[in-house]
């Protein structure tokens, strides 16, 4: 999968995840340290990126836009460091990757893992 890591965590999360098979880039790489949820959103979205952060104002933003993408990886645990919460974020994305790739919000807590499609209330027009 293409993943953006936000701002909010650190660039350590690129090479772990490129250990997983992602394609992964930090959010300082390709963009402003100050740049507004919504930039990135829509960078992330022309790039067919998925957002890895841990700002909820993301899936509150995509929820209310009822956008399907891009999906985000929400991470709301004590710890953010690969080292420390690593092996639980790699099976939380694997056991959602269909879902991610559809658009998805995964939030990854201590104890639980929630995953939410995006886009429900999208009506089809023909």
């Known amino acids: 999968m293409r993943i953006v890591v ?4 650190t660039p350590a999360w690129v090479p772990y995840l490129a250990s997983l098979g992602h394609d992964a880039v930090h959010w300082s790489e390709v963009g402003a340290q100050d740049a507004p949820d919504t930039d990135i959103i829509e ?3 022309a790039s ?3 957002v ?8 509150i933003a995509l929820a209310q836009s009822d956008a399907a993408a891009p999906s985000v990886i ?12 690593g092996p639980l974020v790699a099976r939380a994305i694997d056991g959602a990757r269909a879902d991610l ?3 998805a919000l995964l939030t990854i807590e201590t104890g639980r893992v ?8 999208r009506t089809d027009q023909a």
């Open 6 to 9: 936000d701002m909010n965590l």
């Open 43 to 45: 960078w992330a979205r």
């Open 48 to 50: 067919d990126r998925i």
């Open 52 to 59: 890895m952060t841990a700002d909820l104002d993301f899936g």
């Open 74 to 85: 929400q991470l709301r645990t004590g710890a953010t460091l690969p080292g420390r919460v």
């Open 101 to 103: 790739l559809s658009g």
């Open 114 to 121: 929630r995953l939410r499609p995006l886009g429900l209330d």
